[in-house]
């Protein structure tokens, strides 16, 4: 709880607090959107460097991650068209998403399975290359693959790997770290699921477990990594390189979208509809979008009733400033990817002049939703991933102003509704099965 935080006066300033206490849906739309570009202290150029060191590592990653072969190395997922669950969706809401319905398959993302295989594994490419080429054992124009070596996995074990998180980026963390060769703890909060921290175990990773929620994980994290210098800390509350390593989806999409010939101009717009929790991978992924499209893309972030860290930390431009727990909601969702009271330190900010909107999700929606997309598209994603299924309903259902003050209305034929699914792919088979039994 945060006391300098007067409930009176955010209730009156902003009403829809009081929706989003009771649990309600609620659909924010940004009017900052439009304002002048602030200068970002992550700039594109990060983001092209990004994508070259990840393409140095691809023959690393060829060997060390033998799925990896088939994209040559490259960490990167498919899009699918989802008719048959755009059709369900209308007929059940007797609705009609105008366009196309595209889902960027992030859950099936080698490696890890999950968006954090971008922003994660890039981080710690990113401290491996560092070490190795500091102490000379590699140069930018060598070929990778020397770092698959005994000889190397002795000299990373010298140096440590510290992340806090409520399950994925743990996963990915401790997956990269532990095949380079650092000694990795993975500080989890207390819903991280049973497997997630067993399959690190039997990895060789040190999992701590906390029945705290998500910050108090980082907050230990942070804390215990502080006093070793052989120690690098991921930070998910502050990193730019998870967060650049996020962005380069976007160049990549940009590819993408050509190949399928998707326009995306004046007269096509992009809708791109992203789980959010601490803000880190829809945020770096948002900024990569806005570079590429500028303002023919329009992004909403989705997330639980319970868990709206983002949308109230924009709306009330105090972001980590306050917490979902200030306004009396518990934080609990079956989506443990957002299950994440409190947003990045400087994510929201950052997306002050980029994204187009917040939006709330309930748990029995992403649970039928889970369902359904197993049912009928034969897509296995878990909960929280489904929190981007939400966004073309709600803009289509609440969003008429949005559409309307960006003369969209007429164009809404030509657009394409981009839902970026976020894990999935990892979930053991028992695991799945128990998922799609629940009732909610
Ligand atoms: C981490 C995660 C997200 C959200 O990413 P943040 O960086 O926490 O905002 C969404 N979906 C899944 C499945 C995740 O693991």
Known sequence: MNNSINLTQLYSDFPSVKQLQKGEYVFWVNKKRNAAYSIFDVSMKDVVDAEGRLQRFSSYLKLAFPETRILNGIIESDIKEIAEMKALIEGRRAIEIPGRLLLKCDHALPISGSIKARGGIYEILKFAETLAIEHGY?????????LYSDKMRQFFSRYKVAVGSTG???LSIGIISAKLGFQVTVHMSADAKEWKKKHLRDLGVKVIEYNQDYSVAVERGRKEAESDPMCHFVDDENSKDLFVGYAVAALRLKEQLVSLNVKVDEDHPLFVYLPCGVGGAPGGVAFGL???????????????????CMLLGMMTGLHDEISVKDIGLTNETEADGLAVGRPSKFVGSLMETIISGCYTVDDSFLCRSMKAMFELENIFMEPSAHAGVFGPIQLVSEGAAYLKEHQLMDKMNNAVHLVWSTGGNMVPEPVRQEYLQTEK
Do not use: A, R
Request: net charge negative.
């Open 138 to 146: 590699l140069k930018e124009t060598d070929d990778y693959e020397i």
């Open 168 to 170: 994925n980026l743990g």
């Open 290 to 308: 806005q570079q590429m499209f500028g303002e023919h893309v329009h992004i909403f972030f989705g997330e639980p009733v319970q868990s709206p």
